[in-house]
Structures are given as C-alpha cells and as structure tokens.
C-alpha cells in the first residue's frame, strides 16, 4: 500500500490550502484515513482522521473548526480542507492510512504512510 500526497506550499494567515491524499491502485479494501503534521524542531502531530465510509471523523484541538476532513471522489482517497490557517499550522504534512477505524480514529495508530507535504505559513 502507497500513499501519495500533494497540495502542499506557501500560503498567508487567513489564507485556505487544501491537501490531498490517495492509496495506490492496487489497494482493494477501504481504508480509514487520517492526517499528521510535523513542524520543525518538534515531534509529528495528529491533526484529523476519517472512518473508512467516512461517517466518523475526529481533530486534534488545535485545528477543530479550521479544518476539515473529506472523502475524494475516487475510492481511497481523502482531502484536508484547511482555513483560517495560521503560522503555528506551518509543519510537513503527512497522510496516513488503516485498514481498522479503531486504531486510526481512537488509538491515532496507523499501518501506513505516505511522505510528506510542506505547508507554510506566513504572518
């Protein structure tokens, strides 16, 4: 299983930036998805995930309300609709993928990952 994510660059306080994220081709099952970021000098952070029908979402505290997390339109892939961003949101940007809602939404403990996408944001 493969992830690729995009969407990633230079964006202003206020601004809107929204990611995306996607399994390979070759993955048959539905995952839960979800969303970590890690700003520099400090550890990687969760920030959303999504269950794998995409009923169920959960955010970290610092984003709730910000951000929004969505299923694509294509099977296995999810988005990270972020607003309001601000300079504290700057950090690399990874997704992440299982194939069990429990460990993604509630243990925040996922099998798979992809590599990440630079977010930055200037005051």
């Known amino acids: 299983v493969q992830l690729q994510a995009s969407g990633g660059g230079l964006a202003q306080a206020g601004d809107s930036l929204t990611l995306s994220c996607g399994l390979s081709?070759?993955?048959?099952?539905?995952?839960?998805m979800g969303w970590f970021r890690q700003a520099p000098g400090k550890e990687r952070e969760f920030v959303a995930a999504l269950s794998w029908s995409g009923g169920n979402e959960v955010y970290a505290d610092s984003v709730k309300d910000r951000f929004i997390i969505s299923r694509g339109s294509a099977k296995n892939t999810v988005t990270l609709q972020m607003n309001s961003l601000k300079p504290e949101d700057t950090a690399v940007y990874y997704c992440?993928?299982?194939?069990?809602?429990?460990?993604?939404?509630?243990?925040?403990?996922?099998?798979?990952w992809g590599q990440g996408t630079l977010v930055t944001v200037s005051s």
């Open positions: 081709e070759r993955a048959t099952s539905t995952y839960a």
């Open positions: 992440a993928a299982d194939l069990s809602d429990w460990e993604a939404l509630y243990q925040r403990n996922f099998a798979y």
